[in-house]
């Protein structure tokens, strides 16, 4: 599965921003697919996955980003978003894309596939 992230620049806190990670090869409906960040000097963190199960998509976020911040995926199951909306300057990181077989986790190193990153920087 190559991924590819797309969507960081540069916005004002409060502003929003949209990230896209397409994949190529193969549909993501099998996946969990998640968006982990890492800011400078910290380790990557969890910041969002979703999962597709009987009932339908499963999400699940950070504490941090509850409520501010939505995953989603595109009908054609090639797609995975984050919108991130009143973003602050906390957010500001470098966001990947990652995607895994079975059950959803906040733990990076369990994630098989990663996109290349996209940055992000709130400005306050």
């Known amino acids: 599965v190559q991924r590819q992230a797309s969507g960081g620049g540069l916005v004002q806190a409060g502003g929003s921003l949209r990230l896209s990670c397409a994949a190529s090869?193969?549909?993501?409906?099998?996946?969990?697919l998640a968006w982990f960040r890492q800011a400078p000097g910290k380790e990557r963190e969890f910041v969002a996955a979703i999962s597709w199960g009987w009932s339908g998509a499963n999400t699940d976020y950070a504490d941090s980003v509850k409520g501010r911040f939505t995953i989603s995926r595109d009908n054609a199951k090639t797609t995975v978003y984050l919108q991130m909306n009143s973003l602050k300057s906390e957010d500001t990181a470098v966001y990947y894309c990652?995607?895994?077989?079975?059950?959803?986790?906040?733990?990076?190193?369990?994630?098989?596939?990663w996109g290349q990153g996209t940055q992000v920087t709130v400005s306050s």
């Open positions: 090869g193969r549909s993501l409906s099998r996946y969990v």
């Open positions: 990652a995607a895994k077989v079975g059950l959803t986790s906040g733990t990076d190193y369990l994630y098989d596939y």
